[in-house]
């Protein structure tokens, strides 16, 4: 198939709307009588008139149509010029590569290599990136752009960029930089690894039991003998605890529990939503603020538990019960008195 990237010379306006009209009214004829390839003819010299006319999306919905009809390097290189004059570099700049790739004429690669060379130099800039670790995810505006480290500055869009890096076991660390067209930016990134995760609080010691009490006589011992009563002096009653010093005991154990639940919640919310590359940056920064917050607070309950536990063996203990009532005569009769040992 013939086509040029260049209309009728001289054509006027009016001409322009009157050949652009007669062919868009020849096209549902030619849906039925034509092939693909004649219809996509038809649609790319519809593109050159509305191109001509200056309306470039009008005239890259019929190259698009026409490239999907009869796709060809002429195509590519319109849809191209009608992303350039609608100043969409990025997808212009592919255009003009893939020409270049699909022509091998040496006048037409040419062409293309001087339009490439200006796109680059009016809307892109090269920025080198630089990561403290190694094996880090590079991302630039959201697109992952390689591995640190990378071999060389990566080509983006001029203007205000942002740079994210992310690797497990650090925090994710992002940068804004501004690159000029034609020009090169430079960044550097410190990767800030999590801290270690806290050791859970340690159980508390579960008491011995005693030791099993023994007969005083088998089948196999000898007779016992009858030996002289004597008398054993009562062993004094065992000393009950006073509610003063359980409540700090126990009141101590339960600030220490709390403290370990409160820590692993703190870490699990970290590992949540910090640990995930996903998360933006402001979400991870304040899930390390919230976990560092638990953590803080686990240890006040573990101090304060400590303090009271210390304290519950400093307190004497009640050598009573802790409530003892007594009758107490009076003279009117007989009463019970209550006596509390504290």
Known sequence: MSRTRHGPAGLGA??????????????????????????????????????????????????????????GPDVTWSMARCHEELSEW????????????????????????????????????????EVSASGAAIEVDGATVGQSPLPGPVEVR???????????????????????????????????????????????TPAAEPPPVTSAASPASPPATTAPATTTPASPPPRAWSPMRAGLFFGGIAAAVAGGVIQVSGYAHYRRIGGDPDRSYDEQVRAYDTAGALYWTAYALYGAGAVAIVTSFLVPASGRHPLSVAPAPLPGGMAFAATLPW
Do not use: C, N, W
């Open 14 to 71: 009016t001409a322009i709307r009157a050949g652009l009209v007669a062919l868009l009214l020849a096209v549902p004829g030619a849906t039925q009588a034509q092939s693909a390839r004649e219809r996509g003819e038809v649609l790319y010299k519809a593109g050159v008139l509305l191109f001509k006319a200056g309306k470039h999306r009008e005239a890259l919905s019929q190259f698009r149509e026409a490239g999907a009809l009869s796709p």
């Open 90 to 129: 990025d997808s212009a700049l592919a255009g003009f590569e893939a020409f270049a790739q699909a022509v091998r004429e040496p006048d037409a690669r040419a062409e293309a290599g001087r339009r490439i060379a200006a796109i680059r130099m009016k809307a892109f800039g090269r920025l080198r990136i």
């Open 158 to 204: 001029a203007g205000t960029r942002h740079v994210a890096a992310a690797r497990p076991g650090f925090v994710i660390a992002e940068a804004v930089v501004e690159v000029r067209a034609g020009e090169e930016a430079s960044v550097a990134i410190t990767l800030i690894p999590l801290p270690p995760p806290l050791p859970a609080a340690p159980a508390p």
